[in-house]
């Protein structure tokens, strides 16, 4: 077996990934699918640092992890907060953009 | 397996092991895209995860793999359980898309993507794998504590000033602050006279032995549900177990026990109503309560 | 003493700001104010007059520069005032007729509730025909031109809650608008060639020869033809004659004083005044006399058909004034006659205006001659100094008119050669057609049986006489109607007077001066005596008869008025409906369309800002797809 395959498997996570993003409603369904893509690209990165026979995919890999903790966190403060005002998880309640 | 990963070949066993893997990381990342509500899309995430956990260690990422699996599925996927508790459990999405054409446009964009990320990978020139054998030498985690403390130093102690940024963050997000000193139970008492809309305590909720819960409301005399008995959250998320007609026809039977052991004569037994089609809330969505009440039994 | 000459101008223009600025307590003496500045000037005028008397010939003109006006580099505009033997003639004609008129106006208007702002009219007229006649130079006299205007537009429609005053007064100053044009153009051709528009470095003073003799003929007749225009458009002569019959929905005393004895003579001073530009281009000289002596038969026959007395009379203003167009167009033979005849015109013509606003004050304000008859005998003065004035409008042997209007035949012959016989077969009809009209306003108005309707209100007419006040003016421009004429003709004293500044020069007559009187005094004659056959012998119908083509013809003012809307008013309606349709579908249509496409446009691409996040998100994900796509087929390529 090809280990491109793993690249094919990360491509094809980072599409379901973005698709849910566009399809999803629920704030917090939205966000994990930011994390699915997150981890598909994590996927990829550890490949390439198979690929190239270095560790600096994998360090990569590992930034990105702990941004996406962060990220999570302040996240998931701001759909507990609007849900406070809102009573609502869905983000097209949230239409607030328009003026 | 990692003997070979570690020169860039691939054996049979990975083979195989990458093709279940493969199976359960899309059949997770589909159920997450497609379970109506939120839980299930989560847990279907969560395999995802530990998926690609197995993955990299496959790979020689053995470092890497450990901390998805803490960090991932049991830090932060814990952390989306959490909020959607708080949220409320049993929330999903409507089937209605109110977007005109974004659904389809969006599986659209995916499919395009999707083909072309792949065509792109396959026209690339990816016949040569190196392999971690040299990079891993002293060990995957050796290896990443030299770079991470040499080459990438200055990037992880900014890392670490964005966590602790993130984690003060959450915390303003989340913060009430008390714009005016809370109100004692005398001024409380002293408000509801002055609006004279519900003087009296709120009715009790619970007031079956079967049902003696928070999320079952009190009946009024003529066998209505109370509404006010519920606490506003549980109103909110749509979350009351109606079980009056249930009550009010076991209610039913059990005078007419009561009736056959006192020997009643039918005549004077009250008679025996069918069970009537409850009026629809005023102020409770109800179309989600049948669900509810699956989602808790 | 010459520090006069300004407070001529002042004190009617102080009496006019005084009357408009100084509110209702003003209402119960201002006429009184108003004619005692006008008075005032009057007597200012005098003394200049003594002044100017007391010094020899030579040193008669008087130049003040008051101020420098528009001061810039290559253009110099000062306001300053000439004074000489002409300026002073017409500020005596001016003030003297005006105060007089002042005086009429108090008898007229005192019934009308506004009469303070009539009286600030008149001064303000004064002012500016003063401005006019005493400005040293074009440009200043152009402001007094269009002053004039003004306080004839503002008199013209001072009864303005009637539709025709109102209409008229449009008409007044819309025709004299293209008058105007003429003179602006003028004064820029002026400043084109000369670089300057002063009377005394361009016209040149007596002795010195002017800037204007150096120019070409061509470019001087240019200057002329269009001082010609402003002079038609003023003087109400052919083609811009148009507007001045209307003008007498103005009040008695404004058709008097503006319309018959001042203002509309500007024409003829403007062309006096401009003789050296004139006598240098003979073609500009032709086409004024040719336009004086084609107004001055317009204007009698007009004058013989109206019934109201005062378009009578106003067709009759228009035909001595062709008189006296046709008197400056003859050149230094003309120009003396000219203004001779333009002052004795100001006493008879402003008599018998006032007089006909005393018949109309004693007939309920009714103007349609046909309504009076025998008014002799309720109205002895007004018949008297009425009568006074037509004697000496139709030229009786001894009044005024008589010596003026003979001096202008004369002249007329003296042209020589075939126009000079042309010419003087024109005046000697003129005067024939005057006598015939002028009697047939007599005839209509003071002899035969009473006529009286009732007016509107039903009111049975009680002729009587007016009271002093308008009794008075009368009386003195009567005896200005019998003895001016006879007193500039003693010794030839006028000719002497005015020579100076205007020039004169004996004409080669074929006829001898007593030969013409006669012929003259023959046609007058034949003129009354036909009048008096259709009118003095037999009752006059109330009900005019439909008379001949031309009776028809010269009762709408010989077709003026359809005239000029077929030939200037449809044709600008119709270019400018084009316009309007060219402007509201061609570029309206433009602009909205390109508006309308642009906000169709913009409403539907706000569509895609509807707010919700996922259809940004979206919007990102399609561009990361074109993004890659394109990548992707430019490595491929």
Redesign the interface.
Known sequence: MNPVNYLYLAGLLFTIGASGVLIRRNAIVLFMCVELMLNASNLALVTFSRLHGNLDGQIIAFFTMVVAAAEVVVGLAIIVSIFRTRHSASVDDSNLMKL | MNAL?LT?A?S?G??VQ?WIL?VI??GG??G??LMRK?VH??LC?AA??IA?AV??MA???V??GV??VV??TG??MM??LF??M???VT????LKE??KG??F???F??????V??????A?AK??H????????AEG?VQ??AR??FT??VW??EV?GA??I???I???V??H?EHVKAPSTQRELAAQRVKDNIQVPPMPAPGVYARHNAVDVPGLLPDGSIAEDSVMATLR?RGQIRDVSQEMLQRMAELEETTADWLGRPSSARPPVAPPEQRRALQKVPTAKSPSAEEGSE | MNSLIPLLVAAPLAGAALLLLGGRRLDRFGHWLATAFAALSFAFGLALLASMLGRETAERQVDVNLFSWIPVNGFQADVGFQLDQLSITFVLLITGVGTLIHLYSVGYMAHDERRRRFFAYLNLFLAAMLLLVLADNYLLLYVGWEGVGLASYLLIGFWQHKPSAATAAKKAFLVNRVGDMGLSIAIMLMFAEFGSFAFGPLLGSEGTAGAVGQASEGKLTAIGLMLLLAACGKSAQVPLQSWLGDAMEGPTPVSALIHAATMVTAGVYLITRSASIFNLAPDAQTTVVVVGAVTLIFGAIVGCAKDDIKKALAGSTMSQIGYMILAAGLGPIGYVYAIMHLVTHGFFKAGLFLGAGSVMHGMNDEVNMRHYGGLRKYMPVTFVTFGLGYLAIIGFPGLSGFFSKDKIIEAAFAKGGTEGWILGGVTLLGAAITAFYMTRVMLLTFFGEKRWQPDAEGHEPHPHESPSTMKIPMIVLAFGSVFAGGLFTLNSSFLHWLEPVTGHAEGDSPLSPLTVTLITTLCMVAGVAVSYLMYGRSPVPVVPPVGSALTRAARRDLLQDDFNHAVLVRPGSALAAALVYFDSRGLDGFVNGLAATIGGVSSRLRRIQNGYVRSYALSMFGGTLVLVATTLLMRSV
């Open positions: 990963a860039g691939t049979t990975e083979a990458f493969a990381a899309v990342a589909l997450m895209l939120a899309s989560a995430l995802t995860m690609l993955c990299y790979q020689g990422a470092f890497l901390v998805q960090v991932y830090a932060i952390l989306f909020v959607m708080l949220v409320g929330s999903e999405d409507s109110q977007l974004q659904r446009a969006a599986v964009c995916g499919l395009g993507f999707g072309l990320l792949i065509a792109g990978i026209n990816l016949d794998f190196t392999g971690l054998a040299d990079a891993n995957n290896g990443l770079l991470i080459k990438y990037a992880f890392t964005l966590l940024t993130a984690a963050g959450a915390m997000l989340t009430r909110e």
